[in-house]
C-alpha cells in the first residue's frame, strides 16, 4: 500500500505551486465569497447538513470543537442543542456570518473562536473536548499531523466529513482550468486518502458514503458567471468567454430558485472513538 500521507502531502504541494491557487482560508476571507455562503446556508440550500447534524447526536452540555467552521454550518445548530462549542475558523467575514447565523436560529450561547488555521493550532495550548468535527475542512498541508492533532484533543469522538468525488465546483475547475492557464489541475485530495492515512497510523475508522446534497443557487446568470471567472482567475475576455461557455452548457435554472449546477457527487463520514 502507497504512503496515504505522502501522497496527499505530495499532491498539496502541487496544488500550492499552481497560478493563482487559493486555499479554503484565503477564498473565504473576501467578504463576498463568504456572504455567498452564508445566503445558501440560511436559505436552506445547503441539505447535506441534515445528514451530517443527524450523525452528530451528542449529548447536551457535551463539549465540541468544530475545525473551520465557517458561518456556523454546525456549530450554531449543535450550539442550539446545547453542546458546548468552540471553533477554529481563521476568516475574519466568518466571525460575522456566525453571528448572523446565529441570530437567524436564535442562539444566544456564546461560541469561542480560536482564530487560526488548524496546522497553527497547538493542542496543549487548547486543552480536550469531547467531540471533534471537521467538516469540509481539511485543506491542510500535512494530513498526519492534522488528524494525529484532532486525536490528541478528543476525548470521546472524531468526526471528519470530506470529498469521496469532486464538488461540482472542482469538476469545473478540472475542465476548464488548464484551458485557461495551461498549466495541470490538482483539485482536492479525496477521502480515501484520509482513511488510508488513519489506518496506516493505526486509527481503524468507520467510513460512511453519503451522497453530496449541497446545491448553490444564483439568482442570476450572471451571479454564477463572476463566481466562477473569481473562482477559476479567469481576468482575459478569451478567458471569461471559455468560462460562460461551458457554464451555460452545464447549468440548470430552477423555477423560483436560480441557476445551480448538477448535483451528483459523494463525500464521506469518517468517524473514530477514542
Known sequence: MNDANQEWNEHCAKQAKMKN???GAQRFS??????QM?????????TRVNDQLSRLQFPAGSTVLDIGAGPGT???PLAAR???????????PMKHAMAEYKKNKGVDSDIPIIAKIWEDVVSE????FDYIVSSFALSVPDLKDALLKMDTVAQKEVHIFWFLTDPPWGRVSEALWTKLHNEDYYGRPLAN???????????YAHLEVLPLLDSHYYETFEEALNEYVDRLAASEAWQIQIVEDYLREEMTEIPEKGFVLP??????HIWWRK
Do not use: F, M
Open 21 to 23: 491557487y487559493q486555499t
Open 30 to 35: 473576501v467578504q463576498k465569497n463568504t456572504d
Open 38 to 46: 452564508a445566503k445558501n446556508l440560511i436559505s436552506g440550500n445547503v
Open 74 to 76: 454546525l456549530a450554531v
Open 82 to 92: 446545547g453542546c458546548q462549542v468552540t471553533v477554529v475558523e481563521p476568516a475574519v
Open 125 to 128: 495550548e487548547i486543552g480536550r
Open 193 to 203: 486518502l484520509v482513511w488510508n492515512t488513519l489506518y496506516q497510523s493505526g486509527i
Open 263 to 268: 448535483e451528483n457527487g459523494l463525500y464521506a
